[in-house]
């Protein structure tokens, strides 16, 4: 079983960068496909990115693409999202999910979020105008 933590979460101001990580736990890690979402006040949970067991494959939602990148290194058993030129749209709960199933499923699960099998705590980013 796979444990997540996530960390890098803060205040920046518009235009300004972030690097998120999400630390897992157990030895599935490397077999597993990762992402994060994220989950503004009063809004639903929404996909950001994702990437497969390999790292060969990224997946990024139309919003981020161009100016978030997400990477793995499974001999640190650690995923990051790198954030550039943040919007104060960009302003939310960021969380860290992990599942065995192929990473190009995840663009298209909508409030099927649900059903991703390992999700961290989440981690606040916050991005001033």
């Known amino acids: 079983q796979v444990q997540l933590v996530e960390s890098g979460g803060g205040l920046v101001q518009a235009g300004g960068s972030l690097r998120l990580s999400c630390a897992a736990s157990?030895?599935?890690?490397?077999?597993?496909?990762m992402g994060w979402f994220r989950q503004a006040p009063g809004k639903e949970r929404e996909f950001v990115a994702c990437?497969?067991?390999?790292?060969?494959?990224?997946y990024y939602a139309d919003s981020v693409k161009g100016r978030f990148t997400i990477s793995r290194d499974n001999a640190k058993n650690t995923v990051y999202l790198q954030m550039n030129s943040l919007k104060p749209e960009d302003t939310a709960v960021y969380y860290c999910?992990?599942?065995?199933?192929?990473?190009?499923?995840?663009?298209?699960?909508?409030?099927?979020?649900?059903?991703?099998?390992?999700w961290g705590q989440g981690t606040l980013v916050t991005v001033s105008s």
């Open positions: 999910a992990a599942d065995p199933r192929a990473s190009h499923l995840w663009p298209d699960l909508g409030a099927r979020w649900t059903y991703l099998e390992v």
């Open positions: 157990g030895r599935a890690f490397s077999s597993y496909a």
């Open positions: 990437i497969s067991w390999s790292g060969g494959n990224t």
